[in-house]
């Protein structure tokens, strides 16, 4: 049995805010908005939703288009690290019950950041095959809004809300490959919420991906005996255009490195599935994905096409 | 670490930038480099020179001359 992707759905909240509104606000330039941080709109849920709201729209626009497939869900995963009220009940759980899920179905969430959705991929996979499952979901929904300090100037161009769900199959049309993680956890206090407020050490974070994620990449490409040039695309986690362009030089990836997030911002766990809805895949066959951040974390991964 | 050597890694960090016309005590924001690309000449010099430049050095070494006279201190 080889669980992989079959399907995914996004959500993005239809209320946004526009960088360009607040350039005087932070004293830079249009040019800077625009190609810098890449983010013209940012996505916002109401205040009123809560994480479990954003991800039951995802879920539910998975089912639209799949309708067999809520009955036969085994396991819902849920990627967040901004649960609903205190995080106990465990948030997956207020999920499986807004989606009436069969009460014969494992669920749990996982915390982490923008490397959620690589890390959640393989241990869904890992879990899946371990226990027979055929279909399960892997959500990823972490609106920063509940966060973000709108006067913080490292931030509050950046993060926007929305959700994704990922239908994972024993029928796939992705296959899961190898993967590479890593934790720097000596960075641990450049990313963190402090009385509830989102602090960024910005050139810290920056510093990391820069060196760690072409570090990443090169040992899962030789893991995988293949070469950047055998990549068709190269989706990575969307921090801003200024560090997916810097990353891709470092990769060698120059071209077929979309940024593609400049109408919602950035979704962090949400920002890789995102591109797998929003990109063209049709001439495409081998992805690599690779999310980094709070922990410091990061993970890398390669998606190949199932040949039929 | 010569001018010649932090010029062209101004110039390869810096898209579109004619750094050929950045004079060696101009600052790089007065030469219209902004703080994302500032970052990014710093870390390419770090690497180069195996050195880590903390976070209160950084306005230290905001010019071609500065960045020299940060790395022979450094040295000394």
Request: net charge negative; charged share 25%; proline share 3%.
């Amino acid at each position: 049995m080889n669980i992989g992707i079959k399907s995914v759905s996004a959500y993005r909240p239809q209320n946004k805010v526009n960088n360009l509104d607040s350039k005087e606000k932070w004293n830079v330039s249009e040019d800077f908005i625009k190609n810098k941080i890449g983010n013209i709109t940012l996505a916002k849920k109401s205040p009123k939703e809560k994480t479990t709201d954003i991800a039951k729209f995802a879920a539910q626009d998975l089912f639209q288009k799949h309708e067999s497939l809520k009955d036969r869900v085994e396991c819902l995963i849920l990627v967040t690290q901004n649960p609903d009220d205190s995080g106990l009940p465990h948030s997956s759980a207020i999920l499986h019950h807004k989606l009436n899920l069969s009460e014969h179905c494992a669920v749990f969430d996982i915390s982490l950041g923008c490397s959620g959705y690589v890390h959640g991929l393989a241990i869904a996979k890992g879990f899946m095959e371990s226990q027979g499952f055929n279909d399960g979901l892997l959500i990823t929904a972490d609106p920063y809004s509940e966060v973000i300090d709108n006067d913080d100037r490292d931030t509050a161009l950046l993060f926007g809300d929305g959700a994704t769900a990922t239908w994972l199959s024993s029928s796939p049309i992705w296959e899961i490959g190898l993967c590479d993680f890593g934790t720097k956890s000596d960075l641990n206090k450049a990313l963190t919420v402090v009385d509830g407020r989102l602090n960024m050490k910005g050139r810290e974070v920056f510093n990391f991906a820069a060196k760690h994620v072409p570090m990443s990449v090169e040992r899962l490409l030789l893991k995988s005996k293949l070469t950047i040039k055998d990549i068709d695309i190269v989706l990575l986690h969307q921090g801003s255009r200024f560090i997916v362009e810097t990353l891709s030089k470092r990769i060698g990836s120059e071209g077929k490195t979309p940024f593609a997030s400049t109408n919602y911002g950035n979704t962090v766990s949400s920002s890789i599935p995102m591109m797998l809805v929003d990109c063209n895949l049709n001439d495409v066959n081998t992805i690599l994905i690779s999310g980094f951040g709070v922990g410091l974390s990061w993970a890398t991964s390669i998606l190949k096409r199932v040949e039929i | 670490m010569d001018s010649d050597e932090i010029r062209s890694i101004v110039t390869q960090v810096v898209i579109g930038f004619d750094s050929k016309n950045l004079k060696n005590n101009q600052s790089f924001l007065d030469a219209g480099i902004d703080s994302l690309d500032h970052m990014n000449i710093l870390l390419f010099i770090e690497e180069k020179m195996d050195i880590e430049i903390p976070d209160e050095d950084v306005e230290k070494c905001n010019s071609i001359d500065n960045i020299k006279t940060y790395i022979k201190n450094r040295n000394a």
